[in-house]
């Protein structure tokens, strides 16, 4: 089946600094990769959606300058989190929907950041 | 987009059938019904999902009413390792490609 690889699974950096994200997908291509924000006992919310070799595109509220994401390849998207502070702590998950996918979308182990 | 409404939670015996309800009232007639679970701490996992009839796979089966506006997924013999945040999305087409926005989901505590 599809796999999505996520990394790192937990990072710790300081505040004001910035921290990149991957989310890959292993054994098909990516047109769409999906990025979400969850915090404790919440559910899932979208920040993003990109397209291969296009913009993203940023749900109401989400700062694109802040979160920064970027889709290069069918393969690889990265969302950078820029100048993190403390309330940029959250899980975040990346999904991937390949071309033709029909059973739905892939999502990846998720990432845990904690801004200290 | 299409909501889907869940009730926050559920319990249900070990070896039993655990029936989960959707209500998704306003799907549009192209939307597929999806359903996720999510494990502390994980990714979302893929369960299954239809359109239109009732599908059924290895894990589960979904049943899917004649005016789709609700759904229903079975775990037909709940074990512990079923426990987690389970949830009832529908796809939306935006611009050319789908998105996928998450309701509450329900928790399933299984019991033993």
């Known amino acids: 089946g599809a796999v999505v690889s996520q990394h790192p699974s937990r990072v710790i950096c300081k505040s004001g600094t910035s921290v990149k994200i991957e989310c890959r997908s292993l054994?098909?291509?990516?047109?769409?990769m999906f990025w979400y924000r969850q915090f404790p006992k919440q559910s899932l919310m979208l920040m993003a959606t990109?397209?291969?070799?296009?913009?993203?595109?940023?749900e109401q509220g989400v700062e694109k300058d802040k979160f920064l994401i970027n889709h290069a390849s069918l393969t690889l998207s990265t969302l950078t989190v820029t100048s993190a502070h403390p309330e940029d702590s959250s899980f975040y998950i990346c999904?991937?929907?390949?071309?033709?996918?029909?059973?739905?979308?892939?999502f990846g182990s998720g990432t845990r950041l904690t801004v200290v | 987009d299409a909501k889907t409404t869940q009730p926050p939670s559920m319990d249900c015996a070990e070896g039993r059938a655990a029936n989960l309800p959707c209500n998704h009232s306003?799907?549009?007639?192209?939307?597929?019904v999806y359903w996720y679970r999510q494990i502390h701490s994980q990714g979302p996992q893929y369960i299954i999902h239809g359109l239109k009839n009732n599908e059924t796979n290895e894990m589960a089966s979904l049943i899917i009413t004649e005016d789709r506006k609700s759904s229903t997924l079975i775990l037909p013999h709940a074990t512990l390792r079923d426990t987690a945040v389970y949830y009832c999305i529908v796809s939306s087409s935006y611009g050319g490609y789908q998105k996928v926005t998450f309701g509450t989901g329900t928790k399933l505590q299984v019991i033993p």
């Open positions: 054994d098909f291509q990516a047109t769409t």
């Open positions: 990109s397209n291969e070799g296009s913009k993203a595109t940023y």
């Open positions: 999904s991937a929907r390949g071309a033709g996918q029909n059973y739905g979308y892939t």
């Open positions: 306003t799907i549009s007639g192209n939307e597929y």
